[in-house]
Structures are given as C-alpha cells and as structure tokens.
C-alpha cells in the first residue's frame, strides 16, 4: 500500500502568474489532480494512500493525513490558498513526521535487530513549489534546513529524518510570465538548481525543472513509473577494481559505479500481495548485552561490495532473498561484463564482531539473460555456513556429527544473535528444527527492549494527538475587536447624539446600539505592537500625559468622523458572493430569512418556497383534474351496484381542463329525456319549485299549471319568457292555477315586476329578464364552485344555492350538469352521487308533469 504525500508550497509567490494565465498555485492543483488520474489507471492504485500537506506551522499544515478520506484531500487541495513563507524545511520535517508516526508502533524499521526490506512501507513525497528563496521567521536562507526538534518519539534512533523506503520528488515550475519565442528543447527534464535537489538526491529521488505544461505532463508521467514498492540503499565499492575486459580501457580514478545510491525492487507476492522474506541485513554494529542504549543507524544501509569474482552458491532447501536493482551505472557496469556465473559478495561494515569489513551477507549477480542486475540476500557469512548444511542434508542426512556440531557453534560464535530467529526458520524449513536450542538470546538488553517499548505506547499517544488535531483551523491572533454602529453617520449628526454624550458622562443609562451582528462578525485588528491595548475612551485619566494629543486627535475623528477615507473591511460585492459548495443549501438561507406574512386569501393553494420555480404550487394541497378518470370507467368504486351514472364521458383524460362553469362563450346540449309513455308528448314544464332534503332528494312544491301566469321562480324575480304571450289574459283577469309558495310577498313582488315590464316591448323585455337570468346564475356558479373546492363533506349550502337557479327547465338542467363536473374534478364522490340522485329527481318530475299536461 504505498502513501502517495503532496507537499504543496502556498507561499505567496505561488500567486504569480504565467503566461497560461493561471498562477503556480492553480498549476500546482491540477497537477495533483493529473497524476490521480494518470496513477488511476493501474489496477494496483486501489490500495493507495493520499496525504496533503501545506506550508502552514504544524499541525495546521497537515491538511489530509492517516484518517481522511479522498473525499477530504479533494476539499482540502481545492481550499488552498497562497498565503504565507517559503518554510520548506519545517513543512518537508513535518511530511517526514507524519509518514514516521506508526512506525513504532508497528515495528517496521526493527531497530537493533537488522533490517529487513521485506519490512517496508513505501512513500514518495511529491514537492511542487516555485523554486523562490527560502523564507522563514529568521530571515532568507540560502540552503534548506531541517529543524533538528521533533515531537516525534524515537527519532533519535535514526540520524536522518527520512527512512530507506521515502523518497522526495520535486515539481519546481519554471513557467515564465511572456510566452517564450524560442522552440522548446525537446529530450528530458533537467534537474532544478534550487536547493531542494540535494535532499530530493539524497532520499533516492531527483528534481524536475519544468517551463512548460507539456514538460510538466511528462514528469507527472515519469512520477507514476517511480511509484515502485522498494527500499534505497547505498552501493560502495571495497578494495581494487576488477581486471579490465579485453575490449575496455584502463581507467584511473572515481567512475561513477564505484558508489550508487539507488533502489532496490522489493516485489510483492502475487498470492498474498504481501512482500516475503527470509534474511534481514545487518546492522552496521555488534549487538552488546549490556549496553543500555542502541547506536542511531542511517536511513540507508551501507552496503559495501567487493569486485572480486566469486562462486554463485545456492543450496535447494536454505531459503534465500532476491532483489532487482534499480537501473544504475552499477548495474550497467556489471551488465557490460557479460558474466551471468559469477558474483561480487556485499558486506556491511562494523557487523561483525572481530571484523571491520565484516562476513559477507549476499552477492551481486547479473541475469542469465543479461537484462538486469540482482541482489542474493543469503545468511550471514553463508561461505561458511552453506557448505555446512549441505553435508548435513547430503553427508550426514540430518544427523550431525561431533565434529560437524563444533563446526556449527563455531560459526554460531560469528553470527549476530539477531540471526538467530531467521536461522531457525530456515533449519525448520529444511526438516532440521532442533539445531538449535531454544533459549538463544537475540542480542538486545532489557533496558533497550524496555525503552522500545516505551517509545511505542509513547508514540501511539502522540499519532491520537495529532489525529484529532488535523482539520483545526489556526487561532486567530488577538486584536482590537470592531464594533459595528451600523453605517458611516457622524455621532454628532445622529439624533441621539444628547443622549450619548449623556450615557458617556452617566447621567442616562447607555441607550441600546444598532448592531448588526451577522455583518463583520467577530472581526478583529491586527496588532503590529503586541503591548498596545484597545482604548475604550472612558476614562481620561488613565491616558499618559506624553500622549494625550494624539488621543484627542483620535477621539475627535472617531467622534466626528472626519477622515478622507472610509474603510471597508468587506467588499459590497463580497457580502453577497456565496461559494459554490453552499449554492444549494437552501434550507439555512430559509431558517435565517424572516417569518413571511400569511396570504390574503388563505383558501387559495398554498404557493412553496421552491429554490429555482418561484411559482410553483405545494401539489399536495390542489385536487388534480382526472375527472373522466373518476366519473366513467372502472374508476367509479365509490357507487353501490346497479347505480349508473348518465355522465357522458369517453377514455381517461391526464391534462388539466378549465371547469365547465368557467365557459361562458359555449353552448351546452343537455341530455334527451325519454318520454315515459308512448303517446306522451315532450313538453316542457314551465314552471317548477322543489325543496332539498337531508339526503340530497327533491320534493316538489309547486308546479305552475300550463294556462297560469307566470313562471314564478321561488326567488319571485323572473318570469319564464315563454309566458309572455299570455298577458292579455292576465290583464282580462284569468286567474293562474297555482300560488307560488313564498306568501303574499312574493305575489306583490311579481306584480310589481309585471308593471315594470309592461311598458317594454316583448323583444326589449325578453332580452332583459335573459340578462338578469344569467347575471344571477353566475354569481351562484361562482359561490357554488368555492362551496365544492373546501374541505369536507358539508354540502347543504350547495343545494341551498341550487334552489336559486333561475330560468327554464334547460337552464337549470345544462347548470346541474356543469356542477356535478365541478364536482368531478375534485373528487368529491359523495357530492356526486346526492346531485345524481337529484338529477334523476328533476327528470322523473319532468316526465310525470308533461303526461299530466297532456292529459
């Protein structure tokens, strides 16, 4: 699982632009954001860790580590800003810091104990900076410096910051400001003078100088090849040089070869995905007892190898480590030989106990094929001890002799004790677990294995720490808080100016203070002079005499308010910016507004607070037009059986329609009523009163007979026009057949209706009593239709109104119709079913009149 940390420079000189017209900051951003996708495209980045650290003081400047997710690093790279010094050194030792925080905790460097590459947690740190000086507290410095304090524990036990599995890349962007006329050089990337190159050298990792965009696609290219699972450790060449090839020139001097510090490939299983080995390095030191301390080691082992040619030695059942070296002069050297059978021992100085060169551990060997150089990582001193084993397995077939076991405990008396353990897996692998005896001593005093382990619980308190501690935004720096009066009015032109002045003298209690407390919010000034205090200009006296007039030179522009310029410490603009992340929440601008006042006409539907449609209607409260839908078809389940409707209607209908009471302009034809007998005519009932009862059904009043006089209505305000040929009767005092049922008071209101119409004309009194019949019936068309949309089944107003229906049979008939649709487009099922019930009330009335006048 290799760790994968961007340390981003965001010093103030990232602000500057290039002729991309982005700054180095954005350049630096979507870099980041390239290699993500570029590195996305192996199958074995499922396992990658991403941190992100800044230059901000720790531990501010972690701004994703162990815990976040990706999710937080993409916030948090996009949240940057280039605010700040070039603190390279402090930032690089807090990166090394963090990478180094679970080491201890997870045994992984084996302090004291050899060092096993198997062991491994690779990390690069990719650097992207400018490349501009180095600026701290202290001043501009010329070289990069790591601080030498740590809160880290057990970093005294390695002379170097880093381990031999980190290694530092540099991204120093170079693009100029003026696109360059000049063709670009084409070849690789150079490394960058800056100071950041040596240490990028020294963790196995280089710099790249990068002019253009298409140079730095072509590092983030190279970067995602360098992503190998490995460690680095440094190569040293040991007594004479080998004898030249035939072909080759003597050479004197240093060559490039004799030391190389590169990278050794420590693959992974395929199986397990985990690296296995068996043998460790050792320690450039013999293990003492009783020594209470360990000596620090250096971040990478110093191997030293020896040019003399020996024999490859490989025993079938002994365990042994290989590991491909990094492409190198070294290996180009050893390459160039062509000389697949032999090896060069390797040796660690000071690991032995008697020895300054030490007992060789392994051997470099080139590939049968010539295509790469390898490490045989064997056991300590294995000319000795494989000789050893293989006349056991061959010669003494697992049962050693005498001679053979002295032999042994010889080589034993050679070997470091922390050994011991690997030896032991390898006798059991070989079929030889007793060799050994069980109460071996490993070679760490009690004293260094009580310290380790106290530098581990120590150091499992200080990652918690610093787990909770990433994401804290940095205190501010105390200064003078602003009070905001609420505009840049003059205190002497305020209208309460006499009563401050009273409140500052205390004659008046201080009067309350128009404050706006979400503008400037806890905004506070800088202090330049840390000793410098706020003066509330209460008392004079606390004021020293050497500065009183430049106290009263500020009081008077306070009070004033006589400067040239106002300040403003926000941007009008900037007061109603919003970032992008906070476009959509809605909701808190809604529980911040004011209460809304309540609508005029509460019946109407509610209109929502809809972010983005402002006129869009809460569907929950409004009845959806399915009328068709609901009246005709197999959506008629609230009608007992037998029942049937004598709705006309055709297949369901999903747009929404205007009601039939709001179309005035069109011609309704109202249903054909059978004649209930065959030879029964089809006349018209020229008058009819009816009353409503509980359950919605008519009951006939009165009915005018065909020779009376007039079509009383049981509001006694209109006549039926067809009637009006009978007024020379009503003049020669032919009597109607019925009264109307409204008393005395309704018959004068006719008679003085008649007189009023008697003077017009049949075709001017026609046309007038039609205006008045549909002037009244639209007024209870429009109090029927607000009746039928309220809530709840209270429908005796609506046959009240009903009752109030003026003009002739049809009339009334084509308006029942037109409600019961109403009706429909609401749903009221029940509302339906009692003006059904009425309707069919009204024609069996009908039919049983018209066989009575035919009669």
Not at 526 to 539: C, E, H, M
């Amino acid at each position: 699982m290799p760790v994968l940390l961007f340390l981003i420079d965001t010093s103030a000189s990232m602000n500057q632009r290039t002729h991309l017209g982005t700054t180095y900051l954005d350049i630096a951003k979507g870099a980041v954001e390239t290699f993500m996708k570029l590195r996305g495209r192996d199958p074995a980045s499922r396992g990658d860790r991403y941190m992100l650290v800044n230059f901000e003081d720790a531990p501010f400047g972690i701004k994703a580590g162990w815990k976040e997710s990706h999710a937080t690093f993409m916030t948090e790279l996009r949240n940057l800003q280039a605010t700040g010094l070039t603190t390279f050194g402090q930032s690089l030792r807090t990166a090394f810091d963090l990478l180094n925080l679970n080491r201890l905790v997870t045994g992984i460097d084996n302090y004291g104990q050899g060092r096993n590459p198997f062991f491994l947690e690779p990390a690069i740190i990719i650097a992207i900076s400018d490349g501009n000086k180095l600026t701290g507290g202290s001043g501009v410095q010329d070289e990069l410096h790591l601080p030498l304090t740590t809160p880290l524990p057990g970093s005294e036990l390695t002379k170097e910051p880093f381990r031999w599995d980190q290694r530092l890349f540099a991204l120093v962007l170079r693009i100029p400001g003026n696109a360059s006329v000049e063709p670009e050089p084409l070849g690789g990337v150079p490394p960058d003078d800056s100071p950041i190159t040596p240490m990028c050298e020294v963790t196995g990792g280089r710099s790249y100088s990068v002019f253009s965009q298409r140079m730095l696609n072509q590092c983030l290219e190279s970067l995602v090849q360098k992503i190998q699972s490995g460690v680095v450790i440094n190569f040293e060449k040991t007594g004479p040089d080998p004898p030249p090839l035939e072909a080759e020139a003597l050479k004197s001097g240093l060559q490039p070869w004799h030391c190389c510090h590169k990278l050794i490939y420590v693959r992974p299983n395929p199986k397990t995905g985990v690296p296995i080995g068996h043998w460790p390095i050792p320690e450039a030191f013999w293990p003492d007892q009783n020594s209470p301390t360990l000596p620090p080691r250096s971040a990478h082992p110093q191997v030293r190898f020896s040019c003399a040619d020996a024999e490859p030695m490989v025993i079938d059942k002994v365990p042994f480590d290989k590991y491909e070296l990094e492409p190198s002069p070294l290996t180009q050297y050893i390459l160039e030989r062509k000389s697949p059978h032999t090896c060069w021992q390797v040796f660690v100085s000071n690991s032995a106990k008697y020895s300054d060169l030490g007992q060789p551990f392994g051997y470099l060997k080139a590939s049968t094929a010539l295509n790469c150089v390898n490490l045989f990582v064997m056991p300590y001193n294995y000319p000795v001890l494989l000789p050893l084993l293989d006349d056991l397995i061959k010669v003494h077939k697992f049962k050693p002799t005498l001679k053979w076991r002295q032999s042994f405990e010889n080589y034993l008396k050679t070997m470091p004790p922390y050994y011991i353990g690997s030896l032991r897996k390898a006798l059991r692998i070989m079929g030889a677990p007793n060799l050994l005896a069980e109460n071996m001593e490993y070679g760490l005093s009690y004293s260094v294995v009580s310290y380790l382990k106290k530098l581990s619980q120590q150091t499992k308190i200080e990652y918690d720490r610093l787990i909770a501690s990433i994401g804290k935004k940095l205190a501010l720096e105390p200064g003078i808080k602003v009070r905001w009066r609420g505009g840049g009015i003059s205190l002497a032109q305020r209208r309460d100016f006499i009563q401050q002045l009273q409140s500052l003298t205390g004659e008046a209690p201080a009067p309350t203070l128009e404050l706006n407390p979400k503008e400037f919010q806890g905004f506070h000034l800088a202090l330049l002079n840390k000793g410098l205090k706020p003066q509330s200009f209460r008392n004079p006296y606390d004021i020293p005499r050497s500065h009183l007039l430049d106290q009263l030179s500020r009081m008077r522009r306070n009070l004033l308010n006589t400067t040239v310029c106002t300040l403003r410490g926000q941007d009008s603009d900037q007061l109603h910016s919003v970032p992008i992340a906070q476009m959509g929440n809605y909701q808190d601008f809604l529980k911040s507004a004011p209460q809304p006042l309540r609508d005029a006409d509460p019946e109407q539907p509610k209109r929502l607070h809809t972010f983005g449609n402002p006129f869009k209607l809460d569907k929950k409260g409004m009845m959806i037009d399915e009328a068709d839908e609901f009246v005709t078809g197999p959506q008629n389940k609230g009608k007992r059986p037998g029942e049937s409707s004598n709705m006309p209607g055709g297949g369901p209908k999903r747009r929404r329609c205007m009601s039939p009471l709001l179309r005035l302009g069109r011609a309704y034809t109202p249903p054909v009523t059978p004649p209930a007998s065959p030879r029964h005519s089809t006349g018209q009932i020229r008058g009819l009163s009816f009353k409503i009862d509980e359950n919605g059904r008519a009951d006939q009043l009165s009915v005018d007979h065909p020779s009376g006089p007039a079509d009383l209505q049981e509001n006694h305000t209109t006549a039926d026009p067809q009637l009006l040929r009978h007024k020379d009767e009503e003049e020669n005092g032919v009597p109607g057949s019925c009264e109307p049922p409204g008393g005395e008071g309704g018959v004068e209101m006719v008679l003085m209706e008649d007189q009023t119409t008697r003077f017009l004309s049949p075709a001017a009194l026609k046309k007038h009593i039609h205006g008045e019949t549909t002037k009244v019936n639209n007024e209870l068309r429009v109090l029927i239709t607000k009746e039928i949309r309220k809530p709840g089944r209270h429908y005796e107003k609506i046959f009240v109104l009903l009752k109030q229906i003026q003009g002739t049979l049809d009339t009334r008939l084509i308006f029942l119709q037109n409600i019961i649709k109403e009706a429909a487009r609401f749903k009221k099922r029940v509302l339906i079913e009692q003006l059904e019930n009425f309707l069919e009330e009204i024609h069996n009335r009908s039919n049983t009149m018209n066989h009575v006048d035919m009669l």
